[in-house]
């Protein structure tokens, strides 16, 4: 089955692939999928699977199904059944499966196409992610997430049984990569439900994506990179201005209504490469198994590095994901992940999966920026995972996000039929095209001049050219204020053509 493939379907607290037109029963297919996890090390033993129920859901099959799967492979060896009905991978691997995860063996890339088959930032740089801007009626400023639902009673938990539990050895200095518990949990988290081939040593805990862009382009800079490629549009200011500092050309890869262009890629001579692959930011779209199997090849023949933004992956609401590409080539991708969009961005809290031959200059570079990042804040997180609190969480937020994607949807067809929403299935934001002939700027003014504040994709474009489109981010906007703020616009927008 192909992991890539559009027919998937995701549990959302684990990656399985279902193919319907396979001719193969779905029950075997999960069977399959949960084996082939477990034998590549994605699933370590100890690690709880999702309930029967929960899974079925996710995956849109009868809860028979997935019981039926998961009894199979109890009766292999592969899992095993505990009191109350949880369900675990065994803590005794069979003989098929034994020696499976070690960092060695997990980083093995896929050798070919075959093998691929099988197997910025959203958030703003400026005042749109701080809260609704002054004297505005609505604003659509992206990169928000809706932090009044954070989970303080979960999180304070946390917070208490790391207090009263944690060893004392871990308050102390510790290495550049962060603390172990941490590291481990989100090789569980990540190989669980994003299908990486990560291992604690390959883990750098840093204080969001900012600071961990901003190690890598140190690291590689000092390796003699020499040029930097972004998507283009791409919001990834971070990477543009550090590269600057650090004495690195940026250029623009163009971006298609499925991601970035490959094609361009070798003409672009660039030795690292920022990608969005499973939502671009700003346009939505997910880039292809062939596309992604194409940039890995690139990055060989080069001996280039990927570094993969997956700043939303979490939140999909009616799209087949697919796995990170870190997963297929974790040699040349460096996975980079936050906290931000999920829980809270305040929490400072990212990490990055980096390829092994790299993972020494990064913790050093980050032991050198600030000493390290907040055990406690590590630990809790640790424990909010080990818990299940993050998934919960996220199975919680999902349809909170979606109806106010929704509402955004509906909004737009009422007042605004000729523009072209992209982007839609996944994410806190939603891009809608332009008509030709209406001009984007002025329509952000006019938007400005009704008290509603959005943004356009031009100020977003390397190379300063492409259609004209809006930005609507819509997390922490209630249902009637998305309303409001597109009839808002409406008006705005006849302003423009009636001038």
């Given at each position: 089955m192909?992991?890539?493939?559009?027919?998937?379907?995701?549990?959302e607290?684990v990656?399985i692939?279902l193919?319907?037109?396979?001719?193969?029963?779905l029950h075997?297919?999960i069977?399959?999928?949960?084996?082939a996890?477990i034998?590549?090390?994605?699933?370590?033993?100890?690690?709880s699977?999702?309930?029967?129920?929960?899974?079925?859901?996710?995956?849109g099959v009868s809860?028979?199904v997935?019981?039926?799967?998961?009894?199979?492979?109890?009766?292999?060896?592969?899992l095993a059944?505990r009191?109350?009905?949880?369900?675990?991978?065994a803590?005794?691997m069979?003989?098929?499966?034994a020696g499976?995860g070690?960092?060695?063996?997990m980083?093995q890339?896929a050798?070919?196409s075959?093998?691929?088959r099988?197997?910025?930032?959203?958030?703003s740089?400026?005042?749109?992610r701080a809260g609704?801007r002054?004297g505005l009626?609505?604003?659509?400023?992206?990169?928000?997430t809706?932090v009044s639902?954070?989970?303080?009673?979960a999180w304070l938990?946390?917070?208490?049984?790391?207090?009263?539990?944690a060893?004392?050895?871990r308050f102390?200095?510790?290495d550049?990569?962060g603390?172990l518990?941490?590291?481990q949990a989100l090789c569980?988290?990540?190989?669980?439900v994003r299908g990486?081939?990560?291992?604690?040593?390959?883990?750098v805990v840093?204080?969001?994506?900012?600071?961990?862009?901003?190690?890598l382009?140190?690291?590689?800079?000092?390796r003699?990179?020499?040029?930097?490629?972004?998507?283009?549009?791409s919001s990834?200011?971070?990477a543009?201005?550090?590269?600057?500092?650090?004495?690195?050309?940026?250029v623009?890869?163009?971006?298609?209504?499925?991601?970035v262009q490959?094609?361009?890629l070798?003409?672009?001579?660039?030795?690292?490469?920022?990608?969005t692959?499973?939502h671009?930011w700003?346009?939505?779209g997910?880039l292809s198994?062939?596309?992604?199997?194409?940039v890995?090849?690139?990055?060989r023949?080069r001996g280039?590095?990927?570094i993969?933004?997956?700043y939303?992956?979490?939140?999909?609401?009616?799209?087949?994901?697919?796995?990170?590409?870190?997963?297929?080539?974790?040699?040349?991708v460096?996975?980079?992940?936050?906290?931000s969009?999920?829980?809270a961005p305040?929490l400072?809290?990212?990490?990055?999966?980096?390829p092994?031959?790299?993972?020494?200059?990064v913790?050093?570079?980050k032991?050198?920026a600030?000493?390290g990042?907040?055990v406690i804040?590590?630990?809790?997180?640790?424990?909010?995972?080990?818990?299940?609190?993050?998934d919960?969480?996220?199975?919680r937020?999902?349809?909170?996000?979606?109806r106010?994607r929704?509402a955004?949807?509906?909004a737009?067809?009422?007042?605004?039929?000729e523009?072209?929403?992209?982007?839609?299935a996944?994410?806190?934001h939603?891009v809608?095209?332009?008509?030709p002939g209406?001009?984007e700027?002025?329509?952000?003014a006019?938007?400005?001049?009704?008290?509603?504040?959005?943004?356009?994709?031009?100020p977003?474009?390397?190379?300063?050219a492409?259609?004209?489109?809006l930005?609507?981010?819509?997390?922490i906007?209630s249902?009637?204020?998305i309303?409001?703020?597109?009839a808002?616009?409406?008006?705005?927008?006849?302003?423009?053509?009636?001038?």
């Open positions: 192909d992991r890539l493939g559009t027919n998937s379907r995701l549990a607290d990656l692939e193919d319907r037109d396979a001719g193969v029963s075997r297919q069977e399959a999928s949960i084996r996890s034998r590549a090390g994605r699933l370590r033993a100890g690690a699977l999702p309930p029967s129920r929960t899974l079925a859901a996710g995956l809860r028979g997935v019981v039926e799967a998961y009894q199979q492979l109890v009766a292999e060896g592969y059944s009191s109350g009905g949880y369900t675990q991978v803590a005794s069979p003989p098929a499966a499976i070690s960092a060695a063996s980083a890339p050798a070919n075959a093998d691929l099988a197997g910025s930032r959203a958030g740089r400026a005042g749109s609704l002054a009626r609505v604003d659509f400023g992206y990169g928000r809706d639902q954070f989970p303080r009673a938990r946390s917070v208490r049984t790391v207090l009263t539990t060893p004392n050895d102390a200095y510790l550049g990569r603390v518990e941490l590291r569980d988290y990540l190989n669980r990486t081939l990560a291992v604690p040593g390959d883990v840093c204080n969001g994506y900012g600071q961990g862009i901003s190690l382009i140190q690291v590689l800079a000092r003699g990179a020499r040029r930097i490629a972004l998507e283009d549009p990834d200011d971070d543009r201005v550090l590269a600057g500092a650090a004495g690195l050309e940026v623009g890869i163009p971006v298609g209504p499925d991601g490959v094609d361009a070798d003409a672009a001579d660039a030795d690292a490469l920022v990608l692959p499973s671009q700003p346009t939505g997910v198994a062939a596309a992604r199997a194409e890995i090849r690139w990055a023949r280039a590095i990927v993969e933004d997956d939303d992956a979490e939140y999909r609401y009616d799209r087949s994901p697919v796995g990170a590409m870190q997963g297929l080539a974790p040699d040349h460096v996975y980079c992940g936050t906290a969009k999920t829980l305040g400072r809290l990212g990490w990055m999966v980096v092994p031959q790299l993972v020494a200059d913790a050093a570079a032991l050198l600030d000493r990042s907040s804040d590590q630990l809790t997180f640790a424990d909010f995972l080990g818990r299940g609190e993050f919960r969480h996220l199975r937020m999902r349809p909170v996000y979606r106010r929704d955004l949807l509906d737009l067809r009422t007042h605004l039929p523009l072209r929403p992209a982007g839609i996944a994410g806190q939603v809608a095209w332009l008509p209406l001009d700027a002025a329509v952000v006019a938007a400005a001049r009704h008290g509603l504040g959005i943004q356009g994709v031009g977003f474009r390397i190379a300063g492409g259609p004209g489109g930005i609507f981010g819509y997390a906007l249902e009637s204020a309303a409001e703020g597109v808002l616009l409406a008006t705005a927008i006849r302003e423009v053509r009636g001038s």
